[in-house]
Nanobody, 122 residues
Framework: QLVESGGGLVQAGESLRLSCVPSGFTSDDYTIGWFRQAPGTEREAVSC????????FYADSVKGRFTISIDIAKRTGYLQMDSLKPEDAAVYYC?????????????????WGKGTLVTVSD
């Protein structure tokens, strides 16, 4: 099970920090990913991180603005979102893959949270 938190309504240029708290996972080798889906669009990858070596992937649209991280001891994932833009508004989903260096794609994830809504006003 994955539980996201941290979404909300902000103005353009402001920041949010999303958290992803897992339960029931025992492996030390995994990937945490953040994905988003706006109304009428497909779910897209935002960022992923490997628990093994901290290697990361970022979508071009968020590079330089978003930062993904893991608290290894807590197995908790975070997505720091700075300089938010109206086009970042979406439901953000945390996902977990049992593959530590898997692709950062929705079909590569094994478990999903229910999502947290991010709204950005201009």
């Amino acid at each position: 099970q994955l539980v996201e938190s941290g979404g909300g309504l902000v103005q353009a240029g402001e920041s949010l920090r999303l958290s992803c708290v897992p339960s029931g996972f025992t492996s030390d080798d995994y990937t945490i990913g953040w994905f988003r889906q706006a109304p009428g669009t497909e779910r897209e990858a935002v960022s992923c991180i490997s628990s093994v070596d901290g290697s990361t992937f970022y979508a071009d649209s968020v590079k330089g603005r978003f930062t993904i991280s893991i608290d290894i001891a807590k197995r908790t994932g975070y997505l720091q979102m700075d300089s938010l833009k109206p086009e970042d508004a979406a439901v953000y989903y945390c996902a977990h893959s049992l593959t530590p260096w898997g692709y950062c794609r929705p079909d590569a994830m094994d478990y999903w949270g229910k999502g947290t809504l991010v709204t950005v006003s201009d």
